[in-house]
């Protein structure tokens, strides 16, 4: 079974641009949550999506955005890039069940200039 | 809100040798999960353990096992026979049952040395 794919893997935008990230998530995972990882911050949750719908959010500007599509793959947006929106983008399936173990993609690593 | 605090930012272990890495939690909740992810410097994050807070018994995966002590909100984890492939930032992650949004400790980064 195919884990978690995220592309890009990397990505170099200017101050101002917008960008997208997409994540497909483990095959029969209808779950996708994001993570932004940075050393001063650690990882911090940004959002999850089920079944096409923002299930939770987390606390961050309404810069970034995210969708679901019915085949679970996911997409995050940023836009109006900052340099502080430079990180590793970490995407994370599951199963329905929120007990379920999350299963974490390689991530796409963001360098804002 | 709760945390979850790594008190040792960086360890190092001789290979062969066991280590054991520290993490503690604050919650009021009753219901909820403990993981342990390994991150190798190629970026992918690996769930290396899980326990469940209502289990008393200690999760074991292989060479891996956790101390879960419940009243003292402490979960660390024990690598035995040290791997150089086990070099790596580990997080401890506490998340409510209910709820797929873990919060991560900040990590420790674990040196393996030959």
């Known amino acids: 079974k195919a884990g978690v794919t995220q592309t890009p893997r990397y990505l170099i935008k200017t101050r101002g641009q917008q960008v997208t990230l997409s994540c497909s998530p483990i095959?029969?995972?209808?779950?996708v949550s994001w993570y932004q990882q940075t050393p001063g911050q650690g990882l911090q949750f940004l959002f999850e999506?089920?079944?096409?719908?923002?299930?939770n959010k987390g606390n961050f500007p309404g810069r970034f955005s995210g969708r679901q599509f019915s085949n679970s793959r996911s997409e995050m947006n940023v836009s109006t890039l900052e340099l502080g929106d430079s990180a590793l983008y970490l995407c994370?399936?599951?199963?329905?069940?929120?007990?379920?173990?999350?299963?974490f993609g390689p991530g796409t690593r963001l360098l804002v200039l | 809100a709760q945390t979850v605090t790594q008190s040792q930012p960086e360890m190092s272990v001789q290979e062969a040798e066991t280590v054991t890495l520290s993490c503690t939690y604050d919650?009021?909740?009753?219901?909820?999960?403990l993981f342990w992810y390994k991150q190798p410097p190629s970026r992918q994050m690996i769930l290396v353990i899980r326990?469940?807070?209502?289990?008393?018994q200690n999760a074991t995966e292989n060479r891996f096992s956790v101390n879960f002590q419940k009243a003292a909100k402490s979960f660390s984890l024990k690598i035995s026979d040290s791997q150089l492939g086990d070099t790596a930032m580990y997080f401890c992650?506490?998340?409510?049952?209910?709820?797929?949004?873990?919060?991560f400790g900040r990590g420790t980064s674990l040196i393996v040395h030959p």
């Open positions: 999506y089920f079944s096409e719908t923002q299930r």
């Open positions: 919650t009021s909740e009753s219901n909820y999960y």
């Open positions: 994370a399936s599951g199963r329905e069940n929120p007990q379920e173990t999350q299963y």
């Open positions: 992650a506490w998340r409510s049952g209910g709820s797929y949004i873990p919060t």
């Open positions: 095959s029969g995972h209808r779950s």
């Open positions: 326990q469940e807070a209502y289990k008393q």
